[in-house]
């Protein structure tokens, strides 16, 4: 059993002050509100549950930095960035997936996040062959969560074509692609390859519907089960064109015609939208992830989350592809980019609420119900916890606002996963080791 004191912490109910929380075998064991902190009782200030990250692609971090350049008079745009990428990750071993994995995980740890949703799609060898572990890339990705604690919702993705209507895939996606047969062994061994980690989630992922077929969506459907299911979709406005061209209705629209749609899917992007498809996602119960540095970096555009939230959807946040980690700035990015289109400050709130606040139950809620598992500073619940550094004006809600909001509010000062402290000082323990191993990957391979 081991015990730490907060001066105040976030539980279900809403803030308590001078709070004393227990931990046996991973879990919150005990409660006590009203308390004073023991003599040699470790103290922190702000107490609230870890953050889920319902979308990463960690390979991604080795990107970070590498596509701010344009080459040349055409349009800069995510088509462009999508070749980089395929050419950055040519070369990329198992342990090379590791190494960039744990990077973006310890950075992802030190930020609040507590959980991810790993939207893993390197599954083959260079040449474009099987492993003969077809999950050997994936037991990378969960071996840097087993360095890092980092909780996992691993989800394989499925990817078979270059475009709608069941284009073959090119040359760049040779990495990727399976047959439903082969996906299937690949999903069981994913199974294998996390069952070691603790409370880890297995989902599934077709990757867009440029990427599937329908026969193999429903596939996918049915061999998805209960777990959660994942899809890119609307993210850019030439996915929607070449929708329409195909089958004559937009992404959304044709999604949820086609497929049971409900509260296990997670539609990540959805940016470009109409009213009508917004109402049905509502209705449907899923839950949309919204990623807006990465939104950000590749132009994609801006959700309309105002309208989204005030018909009471659901939504979480992701890093993506991890151009930059940092819980606080997604949910600011969020909040300003609703802002910057509607013209008027607090958007994604009730009135009379916190913004911080409004933001931060709501992907809880979202991202929790997206990753298999929730999030809460609560009696056996999992002790993934975030403690903020102490501020002077930081009470209630408030110190949500400063630390979302605020330059020099404050900051991620300890981070525990599983009831393990993995985070001192706003630092990970294992970041030194971590960041060597990253530094000797990007050397070799970045030119």
């Known amino acids: 059993m081991q015990t730490i004191w907060c001066k105040q912490a976030l539980l279900p109910d809403g803030w308590a002050n001078n709070v004393r929380l227990s931990f046996a075998d991973s879990r919150i064991a005990a409660i006590e509100h009203g308390t004073e902190p023991a003599a040699d009782e470790p103290r922190y200030a702000t107490a609230l549950p870890g953050l889920p990250n319902l979308h990463s692609h960690s390979f991604q971090r080795l990107m970070a930095g590498l596509a701010e350049s344009r080459g040349g008079p055409a349009q800069d745009d995510f088509w462009g960035w999508r070749d980089l990428m395929y050419r950055l990750i040519r070369d990329l071993t198992p342990d090379d997936v590791g190494a960039i994995a744990a990077m973006a995980f310890v950075e992802m740890l030190e930020s609040g996040f507590t959980r991810v949703g790993e939207f893993h799609y390197l599954h083959r060898q260079p040449s474009g062959a099987a492993y003969a572990d077809p999950a050997e890339m994936a037991a990378a990705v969960a071996g840097a969560a087993a360095e890092t604690g980092i909780a996992l919702t691993l989800l394989p993705v499925f990817y078979a074509h270059a475009g709608f209507g069941g284009l073959e895939p090119n040359v760049g996606q040779r990495r990727f692609v399976h047959d439903i047969d082969g996906f299937a062994r690949l999903l069981d061994a994913s199974r294998h390859a996390v069952a070691a980690l603790p409370d880890a989630v297995v989902g599934i992922a077709p990757h867009s519907l440029r990427a599937v077929t329908l026969q193999e969506l429903r596939a996918l459907e049915a061999m998805a089960a209960a777990m959660p299911i994942h899809i890119h979709i609307a993210e850019q406005v030439k996915e929607v064109a070449d929708c329409l061209t195909w089958s004559g209705q937009r992404p959304v629209a044709w999604l949820m015609d086609h497929a049971p749609v409900d509260e296990r899917w997670c539609l990540v992007h959805a940016t470009h939208v109409e009213p009508h498809e917004l109402a049905a996602i509502v209705a449907s119960g899923a839950v949309v992830g919204l990623c807006p540095i990465t939104e950000a970096n590749l132009g994609d555009g801006i959700f309309p989350a105002d309208a989204y939230r005030a018909a009471r959807g659901r939504f979480g946040i992701g890093s993506d592809s991890n151009v930059r980690i940092d819980a606080a700035e997604e949910l600011q990015l969020l909040e300003y980019g609703q802002r910057l289109t509607q013209r008027r400050r607090t958007v994604l709130v ?29 009696v056996g619940a999992s002790a993934d916890l975030v403690a903020l550094s102490n501020d002077p004006l930081g009470s209630g809600d408030r110190a949500l606002d400063r630390w979302i909001f605020a330059g020099g509010g404050p900051s991620i000062d300890a981070v525990w996963r599983a009831g393990r402290k993995v985070v001192s000082d706003g630092r990970h323990h294992a970041r030194d080791a971590v960041a060597a191993r990253f530094a000797q990957v990007t050397q070799r391979l970045v030119r």
Do not use: K, N, Q
């Not at 009730?350 to 929790?368: C, E, F, I, N, Q």
């Open 350 to 378: 009730p009135p009379g609420g916190s913004t911080g606040r409004a933001l931060v139950d709501a992907v809880l809620g979202g991202g929790g119900t997206a990753l298999g598992r929730g999030s809460a500073i609560a």
